[in-house]
């Protein structure tokens, strides 16, 4: 028999489903507390020590590690990306036609590229490193361009019909060049969408996954803290830069409303409030990076702009 989500989907709108889901967060996020227990902390001298994060790593132990190069990995990316493509067109909705001229950003393996291309799209992909790129036969219809998406000189002004990118802005040292260079590139009337996570200050803000359990490790602890933690474990050091440290108010202000070089299509903010009790935990802590609980519960900016026709 059907679960009582999947009937609901059935027969509600997204919205509907939406809606529900959120509820369930609010009422989470109220019984943990965080928000007022945020609201009225005084920011703490410092983050936690060495100690503290052991007790931490004991009560959350790191999930089994992954073996990214084996063939289940690969064949979960190219699901990954399929899955990508349909999130894509269904917050575009009828916007990509069929022939458009897209460009990713950050495509890592390419297994956005490749399901996209499948649906009858010309694509380029982006990426600092060619390594990552999984050149195999799947890229029909995509070509690849080895560059910084903060200075995409080899690309053309205004050619593509859509630029897209996952899981990538926050990784780029800085989004404001790459959301610059994305904007150039899109043709007047075209569009830029971005799905990126998680961001810094998330439970997983470090992407750490199986290496340390610890949810908000990033915002609890400093990076040597961390370090000494990993080195006491015999697990392989971290890179500490692998992501950029952006707090979610510098992406708010990222996207500000901007009619004359964007107008916001969509935006919506996915959530993860799967540790939001640590929050109410170390309100001290995390108050040196925020005083508003949204900062520590954004995990996923998802956000459709589109580049005026006429220059303003
Ligand atoms: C976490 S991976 C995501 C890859 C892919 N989009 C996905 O979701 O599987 C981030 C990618 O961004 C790329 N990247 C980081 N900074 C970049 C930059 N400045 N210019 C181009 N690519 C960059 C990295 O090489 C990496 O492949």
Redesign the pocket.
């Known amino acids: 028999m059907a679960s009582l989500k999947q009937r609901i989907k059935a027969i509600a709108p997204v919205g509907l489903t939406h809606w529900a889901k959120t509820r369930a967060q609010h009422a989470r996020l109220k019984r943990s507390g965080a928000a007022e227990a945020l609201a009225a902390a005084q920011p703490a001298e410092a983050r936690l020590p060495l100690d503290a994060l052991r007790e931490l790593a004991a009560e959350f132990p790191p999930p089994p590690s992954i073996d990214w190069e084996g063939e289940a990995c690969v064949a979960a990316?190219a699901e990954?990306g399929q899955t990508r493509v349909q999130w894509m067109r269904k917050f575009l909705g009828s916007r990509l036609s069929p022939g458009a001229r897209c460009l990713?950003?950050?495509?890592?393996?390419g297994?956005?590229a490749s399901a996209l291309a499948q649906t009858g799209v010309q694509v380029l992909a982006?990426?600092?490193?060619r390594g990552?790129f999984d050149e195999t036969g799947l890229h029909t219809h995509v070509d690849f361009l080895e560059?910084?998406?903060?200075k995409l000189e080899a690309v053309e002004d205004d050619r593509f019909d859509l630029v897209y990118?996952?899981?990538?802005v926050e990784?780029?040292?800085n989004p404001e060049a790459?959301l610059a260079e994305a904007l150039r590139v899109t043709r007047p009337g075209g569009y830029v969408y971005l799905r990126f996570g998680p961001l810094y200050d998330a439970p997983d803000g470090k992407h750490l996954g199986d290496r340390l359990g610890v949810p908000y490790a990033g915002v609890l602890c400093e990076d040597e803290t961390i370090d000494a933690l990993m080195a006491e474990q015999g697990r392989d050091p971290i890179n500490h830069e692998y992501c950029n440290h952006w707090p979610l108010a510098r992406y708010r202000e990222l996207f500000a409303p901007r009619p004359e070089r964007y107008e916001i299509v969509r935006a919506f903010d996915h959530l993860d409030l799967s540790a939001v009790e640590l929050i109410a935990r170390f309100p001290e802590v995390f108050r040196r990076r925020a005083a508003m609980v949204d900062a520590f519960l954004v995990n996923v900016i998802e956000i459709l702009l589109r580049k005026p026709t006429q220059p303003r």
């Open positions: 990316s990954l990713e950003l950050g495509a890592g393996d297994a956005v982006v990426d600092i490193q990552v560059a910084d998406v903060e990118s996952f899981d990538s990784h780029f040292g790459a």
